[in-house]
């Protein structure tokens, strides 16, 4: 099995990965009249990366996650290298070659952190990656307030598909996790509920608390474990813990 599978088979099938996955469809198999930007917006923690990675693994796509370091020849040398070519020596050479490559393969191109491609004022780069190109399917993943920062960038604004909002982390998505990193344990439906509240929709925090549940439970001897087997142990909720000092 290759590493893309493996990626594949270790990702429970959550909302906003099927939210992506459809989305990115709909790009691909889009008309040639319509633009084909599709921009994944949301909270930190809410499973943007982990759709991404998902639909990579599915389309076999180029990822590139963005730097806060990254100059424009970085930002470009990291596509190459993902395609499998050696950087030409220019800025403008390496331009020209990946959006060959992307119109070659039409493969999609899949931006993560494309708030510090706003940051860096790179965007027009990516525009033009696009352009040249033909139009290639392009998915960029960014913050919540994603789609604000980009409206004083309107041509590549114009050039957008769709804004698809991620959805925090419900019961539901709860489930999905459960089945698939908790199986020596069986947690029931009233504790899972307590873990996806405290959470507030953070996917990460609801796995480490799902990891501390079972854990809690094998130590005890438990091979199923409600609220009330749990009782007042704390969840993990991204806070550290409040020490009194002396």
Not at 2 to 26: E, F, K
Not at 59 to 76: G, I, N, P, S
Request: proline share 4%; with cysteine.
């Amino acid at each position: 099995m290759n590493q893309d599978a493996q990626n594949v088979n270790t990702i429970a099938p959550l909302q906003n990965v099927s939210r992506c996955m459809n989305t990115l469809q709909r790009a691909v198999e889009r008309p040639g009249h319509l633009p084909g930007i599709i921009a994944l917006y949301g909270r930190s923690g809410w499973g943007k990366s982990t759709a991404a990675s998902y639909v990579n693994a599915k389309y076999q796509a180029y990822y590139v996650e963005a730097k806060d370091t990254w100059t424009r020849k970085a930002f470009l040398e990291a596509i190459l290298h993902e395609m499998g070519i050696k950087p030409p020596a220019t800025i403008d050479k390496q331009a020209t070659e990946v959006a060959k490559q992307l119109a070659c393969s039409g493969k999609p191109l899949i931006i993560d952190e494309f708030d510090y491609i706003i940051r860096k004022k790179n965007v027009n780069m990516v525009r033009d990656l696009y352009d040249g190109s033909g139009g290639c399917p392009i998915l960029i993943i960014g913050e919540e307030n994603l789609e604000d920062k980009l409206q004083s960038w309107e041509r590549f604004h114009n050039r957008v598909l769709d804004w698809v909002p991620a959805e925090p982390c419900n019961l539901a998505d709860g489930k999905l996790l459960r089945e698939l990193y908790c199986d020596k344990v069986k947690i029931a439906d009233d504790l899972l509920s307590r873990v996806v509240e405290i959470c507030k929709g953070n996917i990460s925090r609801t796995c480490i608390n799902l990891s501390n549940i079972q854990e809690f439970a094998l130590v005890n001897g438990l091979d199923a474990i409600s609220l009330k087997e749990w009782g007042n142990q704390p969840m993990f909720d991204g806070r550290a813990v409040r020490r009194r000092v002396y």
